[in-house]
């Protein structure tokens, strides 16, 4: 069993300003891991991903991740925010077990960025 | 990219009636789709496997003749919601790993746009 943790619900910030999107995981076995945005009344659109080899993961849109399995964390992080970045955030984790992959996600982090 | 369609994006419904929301994978076969609902500022919960060409697998808690799963193809899955109540008024969301091996790459899943259920 594997599970998703995000501390935060909200996070408010200005625009300009760095963020820093929190994620813990827990898993017996290997994982993947995923963020997701979501624009209201939208679907989930891929930011990026952890599957192997460098621990910072570069995504779309300035974010970037860092994996640290020590921590069991994947922080999401962005060093200048924009105004249209305000969305809902999910962590996900996979252990791609079988012949096709289910995700688990956290309860999501909704970021706020404000003039 | 690969591409996930949902239809319809909004419905409005009365109680007692069945509604069907569509998946479909436009640019690539996708043997396994996942059915997600989502209530208002909560997460995905997972609600079902949809497998083409079998029967879908529900997680634990989902009524399987509440929620209809059919995967006629390779590119389509429906969930037809039956008897629809107001609580089942949320935000459905299909899912498709790329490929028709149905195994993600790393895990990866193309998302839809989401069907906003409302029973009145």
């Known amino acids: 069993a594997q599970s998703v943790t995000q501390l935060d619900s909200q996070v408010p910030v200005f625009e300009e300003a760095p963020v820093e999107l929190r994620c813990n995981y827990s898993?017996?076995?290997?994982?993947?891991l995923f963020w997701y945005v979501q624009y209201p009344n939208q679907g989930l659109q891929l930011l990026l991903k952890?599957?192997?080899?460098?621990?910072l993961v570069k995504g779309i849109n300035g974010f970037e991740a860092e994996f640290n399995k020590s921590q069991t964390s994947f922080h999401l992080r962005k060093p200048s925010v924009h105004i249209s970045d305000t969305a809902e955030y999910f962590c996900a984790v996979s252990s791609n077990t079988g012949t096709a992959s289910k995700l688990t996600f956290g309860t999501g982090t909704r970021l706020q960025v404000t003039l | 990219g690969a591409v996930v369609s949902q239809h319809p994006s909004w419905v409005i419904c009365k109680s007692g009636t069945s509604v069907k929301i569509e998946c479909r994978s436009l640019d690539f076969q996708a043997t396994t789709m996942f059915w997600y609902r989502q209530f208002p500022k909560q997460s995905l919960m997972l609600m079902a496997t949809?497998?083409?060409?079998?029967?879908?697998?529900?997680e634990q808690g989902v009524e399987k003749d509440k929620f209809l799963i059919n995967h006629a193809s390779l590119t389509l899955s429906t969930l037809t919601v039956t008897s629809a109540h107001p609580e089942d008024s949320s935000f459905y969301i299909c899912s498709a790993p790329p490929g028709a091996s149905g195994r993600a790459r790393g895990g990866e899943l193309f998302f839809g746009e989401g069907s906003r259920l409302t029973v009145l």
């Open positions: 949809s497998n083409e060409g079998s029967k879908a697998t529900y």
């Open positions: 952890y599957l192997s080899g460098s621990t």
């Open positions: 898993s017996s076995v290997s994982v993947y």
